[in-house]
């Protein structure tokens, strides 16, 4: 039983870490720009497409997944050109994209699957790495969290310096207040491409990670990826609430966690790999809803 | 000469064109400001005025005619590219400031207005003395308050920062639309003797939109009335520090009715 839980635990925070970088990717567009970015359903299997691809023709690792962000931006881009130079709806616009990403990713891979179960991973590319410090580590549970771990709290900071700054306020008030930001002497076109290519990069960098750590990529692993996203984004905020950037960054990263954590626990109860979609909707709701019966400060 | 702090030539702008409904908002307007004018305009509901100002600040392209800032032509320029030269400050509040941000962000914002925006962080150096500085003389408290959120702020204090955003980078036209609208009248008090400093010590040149028609006489020295999407009435210097709000009324009541004696000769032609 002891040994039970402890699984499900080391399961949990891998693949909350994992899909750590999916909150954050989603928390850009979701909450900051207040739209539900579509693109999100092809630019995280993208993520893993470009990863997969390069990997079996032999590109290190790190290349691999930093490509992966490239292209995950790259699809951001482009649902923000067609947004703001076609004057097409924001959400129109990211369906646009994911439905084109799907024909594209299916190019990158050649076919619907690619394994990488023979292939070198970030995860294990680092732990050789600390081993070269005399650690003589061996790559399991344990060393994919740490790395996974590393690497989002990296990230995170790099989002909480980057929305610090003076682009990164006028990204922010592009989402609020756009004629305020306007007014300020800001492009918001441009504005907009920056967020949307730094979420779907993100997104896309979450596609990578987990298609390495999975031992796969699949041309349908980005089905219902944006509402697992958003339903982290909620959860985190429904815990921890409105209070600035820092806390907004943490608490996508933990409601992933959490999010995570409810749908093993609905597995665990019962339920089967069939109902998770119900499940999801179920917490997606649930998050919906719980903020409103707490007092706020703010909407 | 100098060209005109701003110009509007000839500019009209319908909204709705085309359909039954059409609503024309400018008709043929002409106005030139001098740089330094202190301009207060009043007018109905309706009238045109916050279209006008609009259409200066980017927000409303005019449908003919043409707009000149600084003699250079603007008319259809995004509002972005004006912002270096013109502050702000919209009818709806909650345009003018980030409810989500803070007071020390807000201000960091408006301190780069006009200018490329990088990665360097928006708080750095002395900006927290500098924006306690520039808060402390509004005598609202504000200074103690630069982490809070905007949106915890009372009407008149974000309407006081509004108008020190609008200000605070190097603009030189400043327009206001209401803004004391929301205002107690004792607050108002205080952010319009706010605004008629600033205004004064950075010798701005402004268009500022009120109701309060003792306000439009006291301020500026130049005033306009708006009706019908016209300029109807333009008065400066003595002759606008002799008006009196029984004036005002009187001719609002002049040009209502000429309206509806034009409406009835149209009906009966
Ligand atoms: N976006 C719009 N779409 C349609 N009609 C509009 C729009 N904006 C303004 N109008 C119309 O144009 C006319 C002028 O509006 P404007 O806002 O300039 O009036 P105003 O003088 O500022 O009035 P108020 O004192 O009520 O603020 C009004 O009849 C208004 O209904
Ligand atoms: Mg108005």
């Given at each position: 039983?002891?040994?039970?839980?402890?699984?499900?635990?080391?399961?949990?925070?891998?693949?909350?870490?994992?899909?750590?970088?999916?909150?954050?990717?989603?928390?850009?567009?979701?909450?900051?720009?207040?739209?539900?970015?579509?693109?999100?359903?092809?630019?995280?299997?993208?993520?893993?497409?470009?990863?997969?691809?390069?990997?079996?023709?032999?590109?290190?690792?790190?290349?691999?997944?930093?490509?992966?962000?490239?292209?995950?931006?790259?699809?951001?881009?482009?649902?923000?050109?067609?947004?703001?130079?076609?004057?097409?709806?924001?959400?129109?616009?990211?369906?646009?994209?994911?439905?084109?990403?799907?024909?594209?990713?299916?190019?990158?891979?050649?076919?619907?699957?690619?394994?990488?179960?023979?292939?070198?991973?970030?995860?294990?590319?680092?732990?050789?790495?600390?081993?070269?410090?005399?650690?003589?580590?061996?790559?399991?549970?344990?060393?994919?969290?740490?790395?996974?771990?590393?690497?989002?709290?990296?990230?995170?900071?790099?989002?909480?310096?980057?929305?610090?700054?003076?682009?990164?306020?006028?990204?922010?008030?592009?989402?609020?207040?756009?004629?305020?930001?306007?007014?300020?002497?800001?492009?918001?076109?441009?504005?907009?491409?920056?967020?949307?290519?730094?979420?779907?990069?993100?997104?896309?960098?979450?596609?990578?990670?987990?298609?390495?750590?999975?031992?796969?990529?699949?041309?349908?692993?980005?089905?219902?990826?944006?509402?697992?996203?958003?339903?982290?984004?909620?959860?985190?905020?429904?815990?921890?609430?409105?209070?600035?950037?820092?806390?907004?960054?943490?608490?996508?990263?933990?409601?992933?966690?959490?999010?995570?954590?409810?749908?093993?626990?609905?597995?665990?109860?019962?339920?089967?790999?069939?109902?998770?979609?119900?499940?999801?909707?179920?917490?997606?709701?649930?998050?919906?809803?719980?903020?409103?019966?707490?007092?706020?400060?703010?909407? | 000469?100098?060209?005109?702090?701003l110009?509007?030539?000839?500019?009209?702008?319908?909204?709705?064109?085309?359909?039954?409904?059409?609503?024309?908002?400018?008709?043929?307007?002409?106005l030139?400001v001098a740089?330094?004018d202190f301009v207060t305009v009043?007018?109905?509901?309706?009238?045109?005025?916050?279209?006008?100002?609009?259409?200066?600040?980017?927000?409303?392209?005019?449908?003919?005619?043409?707009?000149?800032?600084?003699?250079?032509?603007?008319?259809?320029?995004?509002?972005?590219?004006?912002?270096?030269?013109?502050?702000?400050?919209?009818?709806?509040?909650?345009?003018?400031?980030?409810?989500?941000?803070?007071?020390?962000?807000?201000?960091?914002?408006?301190?780069?207005?006009?200018?490329?925006?990088?990665?360097?962080?928006?708080?750095?150096?002395?900006?927290?003395?500098?924006?306690?500085?520039?808060?402390?003389?509004?005598?609202?408290?504000?200074?103690?308050?630069?982490?809070?959120?905007?949106?915890?702020?009372?009407?008149?204090?974000?309407?006081?920062?509004?108008?020190?955003?609008?200000?605070?980078?190097?603009?030189?036209?400043?327009?206001l639309?209401?803004?004391?609208?929301?205002?107690?009248?004792?607050?108002?008090?205080?952010?319009?003797?706010?605004?008629?400093?600033?205004?004064?010590?950075?010798?701005?040149t402004a268009l500022m939109i009120?109701?309060?028609?003792?306000?439009a006489?006291?301020w500026g020295n130049r005033l306009l009335?708006?009706?019908?999407?016209?300029?109807?009435?333009d008065?400066g210097?003595?002759?606008k520090?002799?008006?009196?709000?029984?004036?005002?009324?009187?001719?609002?009541?002049?040009?209502?009715?000429?309206?509806?004696?034009?409406?009835?000769?149209?009906?009966?032609?």
């Open positions: 039983m002891v040994a039970q839980l402890q699984a499900l635990g080391l399961n949990m925070l891998e693949q909350g870490f994992l899909f750590g970088f999916l909150g954050l990717g989603v928390l850009i567009t979701f909450r900051f720009f207040r739209f539900p970015d579509l693109t999100a359903e092809g630019s995280y299997p993208l993520g893993g497409a470009v990863a997969a691809a390069l990997l079996v023709s032999g590109v290190h690792p790190v290349a691999a997944t930093l490509s992966a962000a490239l292209a995950g931006a790259g699809a951001g881009m482009v649902t923000a050109l067609i947004h703001t130079k076609l004057k097409i709806n924001n959400i129109v616009a990211g369906i646009v994209v994911m439905t084109a990403l799907y024909s594209v990713n299916l190019r990158i891979m050649g076919r619907a699957n690619i394994p990488l179960l023979r292939e070198p991973t970030v995860f294990g590319e680092a732990v050789g790495w600390l081993n070269g410090f005399g650690l003589g580590w061996r790559e399991n549970v344990y060393t994919t969290i740490l790395v996974a771990f590393v690497l989002l709290v990296a990230a995170g900071a790099l989002l909480v310096w980057f929305f610090s700054t003076d682009l990164g306020l006028a990204v922010r008030a592009t989402g609020q207040n756009e004629p305020m930001i306007l007014s300020l002497g800001v492009d918001t076109d441009r504005t907009k491409m920056v967020g949307l290519a730094l979420s779907n990069a993100f997104i896309a960098v979450s596609g990578a990670l987990v298609a390495q750590n999975h031992g796969f990529a699949d041309i349908g692993m980005g089905i219902g990826i944006l509402v697992t996203g958003a339903a982290a984004v909620l959860i985190g905020e429904a815990i921890f609430g409105d209070r600035g950037i820092l806390t907004w960054v943490v608490a996508a990263v933990v409601g992933v966690v959490i999010y995570r954590l409810l749908v093993a626990l609905a597995l665990r109860v019962g339920l089967e790999p069939v109902d998770l979609r119900l499940v999801t909707a179920a917490l997606l709701l649930m998050a919906l809803a719980v903020p409103r019966f707490r007092p706020r400060l703010l909407r | 000469m100098t060209p005109a702090m110009a509007l030539e000839r500019v009209s702008k319908s909204f709705l064109r085309g359909t039954p409904n059409e609503v024309r908002a400018l008709r043929d307007v002409d030139a740089a330094g009043i007018g109905s509901n309706g009238a045109g005025k916050s279209t006008m100002i609009k259409a200066v600040a980017g927000f409303a392209i005019p449908d003919e005619g043409r707009i000149l800032l600084e003699g250079r032509d603007i008319t259809r320029r995004p509002p972005w590219r004006r912002a270096a030269t013109i502050g702000r400050i919209a009818q709806d509040p909650n345009e003018s400031t980030c409810a989500g941000m803070t007071i020390e962000e807000n201000l960091a914002m408006a301190e780069r207005r006009g200018r490329p925006r990088g990665l360097r962080l928006a708080i750095r150096g002395d900006a927290r003395r500098r924006f306690r500085d520039a808060l402390a003389p509004i005598g609202l408290g504000l200074e103690d308050r630069l982490a809070s959120r905007v949106g915890l702020l009372s009407g008149g204090q974000r309407q006081a920062l509004a108008l020190l955003m609008a200000t605070l980078s190097g603009s030189r036209l400043l327009l639309d209401e803004h004391l609208a929301a205002l107690d009248p004792k607050t108002a008090e205080t952010v319009m003797r706010l605004t008629d400093r600033l205004i004064a010590e950075r010798r701005l009120t109701h309060n028609m003792q306000d006489i006291r009335m708006m009706h019908g999407g016209r300029i109807v009435l008065v210097g003595a002759e520090a002799a008006l009196t709000v029984q004036m005002l009324v009187d001719k609002f009541h002049a040009v209502s009715h000429a309206e509806m004696v034009e409406d009835r000769v149209l009906l009966t032609a």
